[in-house]
Nanobody, 128 residues
Framework: QVQLVESGGGLVQAGDSLRLSCAAS????????MAWFRQTPGKEREFVAG??????????ADAVKGRFTISTSKDNTKSMVYLQMSSLKPEDTAVYYC???????????????????WGQGTQVTVPS
């Protein structure tokens, strides 16, 4: 059973930085990609950033390029994925979700339905 647990959300001011963390227990899956999505009320979940299991490839949505950085680390029991967010804007306000897929080794899908596992979400609020 794969479990994803996010942490690190909160209320910050425009221009501030924030780091989200996602702990993934997926020891039986050797090759996978993990990604961060975000969603606001009434809108579809959108891709933010993704990374392959070894950190060899990353992908970013245009809206966050140059401001957000995704990274990963791994030990024997779990994998961690981080989203370092800088120069935050009010339009970054959303619930952020961590997701994992193994269906396309080496690829980083941007469509939510390609991801089989999801965390519970963490709220990021940047007031205008």
């Amino acid at each position: 059973q794969v479990q994803l647990v996010e942490s690190g959300g909160g209320l910050v001011q425009a221009g501030d930085s924030l780091r989200l963390s996602c702990a993934a227990s997926a020891g039986f899956i050797s090759t996978y990609s993990m990604a961060w999505f975000r969603q606001t009320p009434g809108k579809e979940r959108e891709f933010v950033a993704g990374i392959t299991w070894n950190g060899g490839r990353t992908n970013y949505a245009d809206a966050v390029k140059g401001r957000f950085t995704i990274s990963t680390s791994k030990d024997n029991t779990k994998s961690m994925v981080y989203l370092q967010m800088s120069s935050l804007k009010p339009e970054d306000t959303a619930v952020y979700y961590c997701a994992l897929t193994w269906r396309l080794p080496g690829a980083i899908p941007i469509w939510p339905n390609e991801y089989a596992y999801w965390g519970q979400g963490t709220q990021v609020t940047v007031p205008s």
